[in-house]
């Protein structure tokens, strides 16, 4: 049996950072990962250029059911410390919108960067080593792995959520963390498409494909960015972004027109073309199929001059809340976070260790934090990872 400070289990975002910040202390530290390589989520993030921070990021941007849990971690580490890591390794990057960072090149090339970082600190990386079961054993840890045993001081569970089975997402940190005693909020998948079904579904058909801005609320938040119609329903960064606060039987109203007054531009259209078809002036302002499939549905076919004021009322109230009822989300097969997790209540927001099993840490996905699209993610995974790396 082998004895080290510091054990990682997971070798992906929040893991590698935990593991470098302890290396640097001068810990000595192993990742132990299951699978064949390390950080696979990191190379499939952000379209294979990884949105790796955002610079805007606050703890307004995270979901918890303690929104304060996330402050301390995300205080000590900040988008400008991981962005000085990335320039320091000559990785060219660029804002793309909303203070996104994403790599020019490829997101290998973070992943190389936290490799290089944790073999320049000492770390040793397992990949491809399957972990048995994990002990107890005051004052440490033991932990069987298909490779040996190895015993720890300090145990650091980094093994993320349930999003993409097929890149090696599982619940072990969940079924770790109810085992050694810690609650564990109810999973479920988040940033994720949202599906319809039955005659919704069947209306929106022609339009897998489109997209076009909205403005979505619901569940307290709010969200402006484009909306996509797919083969199963709806996608997009707005419909993304609101899945994580949408309850399954909750209707979404979805503001078509988020740029508008859709009465004003009602009342103007009709001025200047009495004559036109409302569907060919819905099209000057939505794509053309979805003009026309709001008139086939919802709108009718008239001319504008046809439309009296409460006709011109009602258009205006169904652009802005266009009601939309999903039959569901297409699950953690494509979602991109797993909302909740390990109970915050459990752990002490400065070192993301255990309130009742000293040595023992959960970092990253695993914990009841998630953040919104757009880099917000691996900003948590890279500031409470470093939380722990700093005290394991
Ligand atoms: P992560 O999942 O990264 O790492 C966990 C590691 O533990 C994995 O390597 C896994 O194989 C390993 N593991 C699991 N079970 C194990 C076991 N039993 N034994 C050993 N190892 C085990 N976020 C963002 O901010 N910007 C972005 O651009 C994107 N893009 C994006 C795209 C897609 C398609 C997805 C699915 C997700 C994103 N995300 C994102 C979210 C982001 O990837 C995610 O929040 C972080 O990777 C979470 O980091 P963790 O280290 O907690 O888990």
């Known amino acids: 049996m082998s004895a080290v400070d510091v054990l990682v289990l997971g070798g992906g975002a929040a893991g590698l950072m935990c593991a470098l910040v302890a290396g640097r202390r001068g810990r000595r530290v192993v990742v132990v990962e299951h ?32 929104p304060h849990f996330c402050k301390s971690a ?8 991981f962005v000085a890591m990335v320039e ?49 054993d005051a004052p440490g840890f033991r932990v069987e792995t298909d490779a040996g045993t ?63 801005p909205v403005e979505i609320a619901h569940g307290g938040a709010r969200f402006r960015n484009a909306m996509l119609f797919t083969h199963r329903g709806l996608s997009g960064p707005a419909i993304l972004q609101i899945s994580s606060y949408w309850q399954p039987g909750e209707t979404l ?55 009296q004021p409460p006709d011109l009322a009602r258009i205006a109230g169904l652009l802005h809340a266009w009601p939309v009822l999903p039959s569901g989300t297409e699950g953690y097969r494509t979602a991109e976070v797993t909302l909740g997790g390990v109970d915050t209540d459990t752990l002490d927001s400065r070192t993301m260790m255990s309130r009742t099993v000293p040595g023992l840490h959960f970092v990253g996905e695993v914990v009841d934090v998630t953040g919104h699209l757009g880099g917000f993610n691996f900003q948590w995974a890279w500031a409470s990872g470093n939380a722990a790396g700093l005290v394991a």
């Open 35 to 66: 699978a064949e390589r390390v950080g696979k989520k990191i190379l499939m993030s952000g379209g294979g250029r990884c949105n790796f921070t955002n610079l805007h990021t606050a703890p307004a941007n995270f979901l918890s059911a303690n």
């Open 74 to 81: 995300l205080a000590r580490y900040t988008p400008a410390d």
């Open 88 to 136: 320091a390794h000559g990785i060219a990057y660029h804002e793309k919108e909303l203070g996104q960072l994403f790599c020019d090149v490829s997101s290998k090339l973070i992943v190389r960067m936290l490799v290089d970082e944790c073999r320049a600190a000492g770390v040793e990386i397992r990949t491809g080593t399957a972990i048995r079961a994990v002990h107890a």
């Open 150 to 212: 190895l015993a720890a001081g300090s145990l650091v569970v980094a093994t993320g959520g349930l999003s993409i089975p097929r890149m090696g997402a599982t619940g072990f940190g969940f079924d770790l963390a109810r085992r050694f005693g810690h609650r564990v909020l109810p999973l479920r998948a988040g940033l994720v498409p949202l599906t319809l079904s039955g005659a919704p579904l069947e209306r929106n058909a022609e339009l897998a494909g489109v997209a076009t």
């Open 253 to 307: 109203h979805v503001d078509l027109l988020p740029e508008r007054d859709a009465a004003e531009w009602l009342a103007a259209a009709r001025r200047a073309h009495p004559d036109a078809e409302l569907r060919t002036q819905l099209a000057e302002v939505l794509p053309k199929r979805l003009a026309q499939r709001l008139c086939d549905h919802d709108l009718g076919h008239r001319r504008m001059r046809q439309l």
